[in-house]
């Protein structure tokens, strides 16, 4: 139960670092591009953030969730409930 978990704990958190790069990557090959409008570049880092952001949304949310299938696994171990 617990490897199912984290397993796809570790899904959802490559899929947004996934996004965060290729967000990083669309920056840096406009930046490449001459001449390069500062409203281009603040598109760009805006869509960097907001990757960021969700990522720190979701790898908190997987977080929690851990702990909380942990925390009830120890406790179940704990009460005896297991055969």
Do not use: H, W
């Given at each position: 139960?617990?490897?199912?978990?984290?397993?796809?704990?570790?899904?959802?958190?490559?899929?947004?670092?996934?996004?965060?790069?290729?967000a990083?990557?669309?920056l840096?090959?406009?930046?490449?591009?001459?001449?390069?409008?500062?409203?281009?570049?603040?598109?760009?880092?805006?869509?960097?953030?907001?990757?960021?952001?969700?990522?720190?949304?979701?790898?908190?949310?997987?977080?929690?969730?851990?702990?909380?299938?942990?925390?009830?696994?120890?406790?179940?171990?704990?009460?005896?409930?297991?055969?």
């Open positions: 139960m617990l490897n199912k978990k984290f397993r796809a704990a570790q899904k959802v958190i490559d899929r947004e670092v996934s996004l965060v790069v290729s990083t990557n669309d840096t090959s406009s930046l490449g591009s001459v001449p390069v409008r500062v409203g281009e570049i603040t598109g760009f880092l805006d869509g960097v953030v907001q990757k960021l952001q969700s990522l720190k949304r979701k790898v908190n949310k997987v977080l929690l969730c851990n702990r909380c299938t942990v925390t009830y696994m120890y406790m179940y171990l704990e009460l005896g409930n297991y055969k």
